[in-house]
């Protein structure tokens, strides 16, 4: 098993950046991909980015490429997100997620092993 702590998040004005961080404890850190998701108000929550194991293999949604960035870590089992160029519409609680399995096709909230807390991210106009 494994615990996950969120932390970074906060109020930016469109345009600024972030760096969320996430915390894992407990079981070995590489042994999970890593990933976060967000969830706007009313919104079902959406997959942002993962990484593989050891960070060999990143995957993004279509949304944030070439503006967010996840790195991992494995000596600090820590995940990160680097958000750049921010936009209202980014305005969520973001996720990190751990899960044993890596899935190279689609990654759905409905599969995921382990989930944080989340933490609030307002991006302002």
């Known amino acids: 098993q494994v615990q996950l702590v969120e932390s970074g998040g906060g109020l930016v004005q469109a345009g600024g950046s972030l760096r969320l961080s996430c915390a894992a404890s407990?079981?070995?850190?590489?042994?999970?991909?890593m990933a976060w998701f967000r969830q706007a108000p009313g919104k079902d929550r959406e997959f942002v980015a993962a990484?593989?194991?050891?960070?060999?293999?990143?995957k993004y949604a279509e949304f944030v490429k070439g503006r967010f960035a996840i790195s991992r870590d494995n000596a600090k089992n820590t995940v990160y997100l680097q958000m750049n160029s921010l936009k209202p519409e980014d305005t969520a609680v973001y996720y990190c997620?751990?899960?044993?399995?890596?899935?190279?096709?689609?990654?759905?909230?409905?599969?995921?092993?382990?989930w944080g807390q989340g933490t609030q991210v307002t991006v302002s106009s």
């Open positions: 407990g079981r070995t850190f590489s042994s999970y991909a």
């Open positions: 990484i593989t194991y050891r960070g060999g293999t990143i």
């Open positions: 997620a751990a899960d044993t399995s890596w899935y190279s096709s689609s990654w759905s909230p409905d599969r995921v092993d382990y």
